[in-house]
């Protein structure tokens, strides 16, 4: 039996009200699930900026990173592409920054890159219930907050924006795209990790407009090839503008986090697409 178990059967049942309504009054406040290891940072890069910001729900500080191409005029008029990149499970906040290739392409192509954190490292982005189910509901509120901050600082072409994530940051790409539809031009998941249990077709119905990159490796022993089929193959049934690519022998990680030509496709796939 738990402490709260063992102290609510002590109580009598007025008691017991006021206990629960003074408890419930606190708990948005309440955060004893995030340590000091989610801010961590991993990536030392002088073209990564690591920011922070005030989490308004509960007072915290949360931190992201950003890389803005070297193109960029602040006092100019062009408008830059944004990658929104999230991390796989148990991840730092930047460090998809790390994979071989991104930034470098990201200049090649004059993208802006951010990479949230979802408020704790295994937040789910609210793609599946986290530990604790309000940590799941902010996980995905940081997402939002973080795209907002960057559109306040820079210029940000809204027709360009492009969310992505490998793993988790998959999983979280399914669904805060069918949260968000009009947000995003394209899409693009490495390895996704959806829930067994996400609702596919409703997803799917949701982003049905949106083109999508699918990166997978035949042998990855955390996200099973076939899930990744079976999503793809309800893409392809619904005529989505979708590109699948399987890579012989590809693991879950090494593939994109250590492979500069794949990560090269998302950003191809992305110059193709172009926008809204």
């Known amino acids: 039996m738990s402490f709260y178990s063992r102290f609510f059967v002590a109580l009598s049942p007025a008691v017991l009200t006021t206990a629960i309504l003074t408890i419930l009054a606190f708990a948005p406040a309440a955060f ?3 340590t000091a290891a989610d801010d961590e940072s991993h990536i030392d890069d002088p073209r990564v900026q690591h920011r922070s910001y ?3 729900p509960t007072g915290e500080t949360l931190p992201y990173a950003i890389f803005v191409p070297s193109s960029y005029d602040p006092n100019g008029s062009e408008s830059l592409p944004l990658l929104v990149s999230l991390h796989g499970l148990g991840r730092s906040y930047d460090w998809l920054m790390g994979y071989h290739g991104l930034l470098d392409q990201a200049e090649e192509s004059g993208y802006a890159v951010v990479t949230p954190l979802g408020y704790i490292r295994e937040g789910w982005y609210g793609s599946r219930p986290a530990e604790d189910p309000q940590d799941g509901v902010y996980s995905e509120q940081d997402v939002m907050n973080v795209l907002d901050l960057v559109r ?4 940000i072409d ?3 924006i492009f969310l992505w994530g490998h793993s988790m940051g998959g999983g979280g790409t399914y669904h805060l795209a069918a949260k968000h539809p009009d947000v995003f031009a394209a899409l693009g998941v490495a390895a996704p990790a959806p829930a067994i249990s996400a609702p596919m077709d409703e997803i799917l119905d949701k982003i049905a407009h949106l083109p999508i990159f699918i990166l997978q ?6 996200v099973p090839v076939f899930a990744t089929r079976t999503w793809v193959a309800g893409m392809a049934a619904r005529g989505m503008q979708h590109l699948y690519v399987e890579i012989e022998g590809g693991d879950h990680s090494l593939l994109i986090s250590q492979d500069a ?3 090269k496709k998302f950003i191809d796939f992305f110059n ?3 926008h809204k």
């Open 32 to 34: 004893a699930d995030r």
């Open 54 to 56: 005030v989490f308004e």
């Open 152 to 155: 306040d600082e820079l210029r």
């Open 158 to 160: 809204s027709d360009r």
């Open 217 to 222: 490796g035949d042998q990855d022993e955390l």
């Open 261 to 263: 030509n794949n990560m």
């Open 272 to 274: 193709i697409v172009g």
